[in-house]
């Protein structure tokens, strides 16, 4: 198995970097309340909320309970995207909770779509599948499970790719989980572990029709591409669609390209002309509150052309000004080198949090992936060197996460303006800041910006609970017998870095 994964990255199909031109924060004309961010509205739809509409989630426990719930009180419709779903005793609770629901004389128009990644959902013999097949038998006119597969992932390489490792060459990974008018947007998957004892972040996002609407066609848009489950665990396609990995490749990632955007546009042209026609009427609609926080959903599918996020991103870093700090936090260091170039090219101070080896995923892990932890700590040694040459550690700061027995995978950033003592915008969602996450998977995320004081308190706790659980890297740090990277890892890392 060693040597075929070794080879991977010079047999899969490679990414050619694409050059972009980032937009103007002056190009955006739709009115709405202005803040520095409104930019972002030039790509996508802008869906301006209250404050109290919003509630940040802190641990996997509390994930878990607000799922469960969120499942229970679901009337209309029940969303999910994720990478996978365990088989354990806490996911088989999730699972019947819908079937629950289903049950309900009350929820009889109550329709389900579920979307995972088919190459982790299809491995082994208990399975995602497995686990979500006597719900589609028992509804398969109200269930639709949908699983996407890369488009990258065919022919010669497909066939020789272990079970394992052939999802390095490309994912589903959004987080997004819908019941109702309700959202909650996260990096977390749908398994026990990320209910128990693995951090990560939630948002979530109460009684916004329009965003769940968004989310929803999203979602759907995907699914649509993706191969769909039968009764009898088979795979189909959508009849007229091509298949993605026997079908022709092109023809393929342009209609996945036309179906997703076409989300995007129709949803932002829409909230283009509701802002226009506020504006102009100088009202709101009856019962509105005037909005004080403003959400952005973010995509990012480069298999299909699609390159908002890192587009948001790079600009977000790019026009940090002088006196902005901004807090970034990745459960896998392995930034871009065009995000590592911009964060140590910028003006404005880092705080970087990411995982130390013994809170990584892929800690104590058998066979390579157990070099992973060790993978990362080389990068992050890199890194860190970097930011000593160039005399930007007065200005750039790693710290490492550390909490006994959990697993740490929160990532995303927080943004302070200068003189600010509280963030005024927040990304939360499934990226990373990897090669993966730009050019590999299927990503999405949200920019938050909101003006209201307790929101940005709320969000500082968040930012300040996560931080606390870490220390300061410093030039000790990798002397550490914890930090030791054998030869054969620093060799192949540059090797397989785009891959994890």
Not at 315 to 324: F, N, S, W
Not at 363 to 389: D, K, L, M, T, W
Not at 436 to 450: F, G, K, M, N, P
Request: overall charge neutral.
């Amino acid at each position: 198995r060693t040597p075929l994964f070794l080879l991977a990255p010079l047999v899969a199909p490679s990414v050619p970097p694409t050059t972009t031109q980032r937009p103007s924060p002056l190009g955006y004309v739709c009115p709405r309340g202005a803040h520095r961010f409104q930019w972002v509205g030039s790509l996508v739809p802008e869906f301006g909320i209250s404050s109290s509409n919003v509630k940040i989630l802190s641990t996997p426990t509390e994930f878990y309970q607000v799922m469960k719930a969120q499942v229970k009180a679901a009337k209309r419709r029940i969303t999910m995207a994720s990478l996978y779903l365990g088989t354990g005793p806490l996911e088989q609770e999730l699972v019947d909770c819908i079937e629950d629901a289903l049950c309900s004389t009350e929820c009889e128009d109550l329709q389900v779509s579920i979307l995972l990644d088919y190459t982790r959902g299809s491995r082994g013999k208990k399975n995602s599948r497995s686990m979500l097949l006597p719900l589609l038998r028992k509804y398969p006119d109200r269930v639709r499970v949908s699983l996407f597969h890369t488009p990258n992932l065919r022919g010669l390489l497909r066939a020789l790719t272990p079970e394992r490792f052939n999802e390095t060459i490309g994912l589903q990974h959004m987080k997004v989980y819908l019941f109702d008018d309700n959202v909650i947007l996260s990096g977390a998957n749908l398994s026990d572990s990320y209910f128990t004892n693995r951090q990560d972040r939630y948002i979530l996002l109460q009684g916004c029709a329009q965003l769940a609407d968004f989310f929803s066609e999203l979602v759907e848009a995907v699914g649509d591409v993706s191969l769909q489950l039968q009764p009898d665990d088979s795979m189909e396609v959508e009849e007229g669609m091509e298949h993605p990995y026997q079908g022709d490749k092109k023809k393929y990632c342009e209609a996945a390209r036309e179906r997703v955007m076409n989300v995007i546009e129709t949803a932002r042209s829409k909230q283009c002309e509701l802002h226009s026609a506020s504006f102009q009427s100088g009202q709101l609609a009856l019962g509105e509150d005037p909005p004080d926080t403003w959400v952005y959903p973010l995509v990012q599918m480069k298999p299909f052309g699609i390159h908002i996020d890192e587009l948001v991103t790079e600009t977000l870093l790019t026009e940090a000004e002088r006196g902005d700090r901004l807090h970034l936090t990745t459960g896998y260091f392995n930034l871009t080198q065009g995000y590592m170039d911009l964060v140590l090219g910028t003006r404005a101070d880092y705080n970087i949090l990411l995982a130390s080896p013994e809170v990584n995923g892929f800690y104590g892990a058998r066979g390579i992936a157990g070099a992973i932890p060790s993978a990362y700590v080389h990068i992050e040694h890199q890194f860190y060197n970097e930011v000593c040459r160039k005399r930007q550690h007065h200005r750039v700061q790693l710290r490492e996460y550390f909490r006994d027995q959990w697993t740490f995978h929160a990532k995303g950033l927080w943004l302070y303006p200068a003189g600010k003592s509280m963030p005024c915008l927040t990304l939360i969602g499934s990226p990373n800041f990897g090669y993966r996450s730009v050019h590999r998977d299927l990503e999405t995320q949200i920019a938050l910006v909101t003006e209201n004081q307790d929101l940005q308190r709320q969000l500082h706790q968040e930012q300040q609970s996560l931080y606390e659980r870490s220390s300061e890297v410093t030039p000790s740090t990798f002397r550490h017998p914890s930090r030791y990277v054998k030869l054969w890892v620093k060799l192949v890392t540059p090797l397989i870095k785009n891959f994890f």
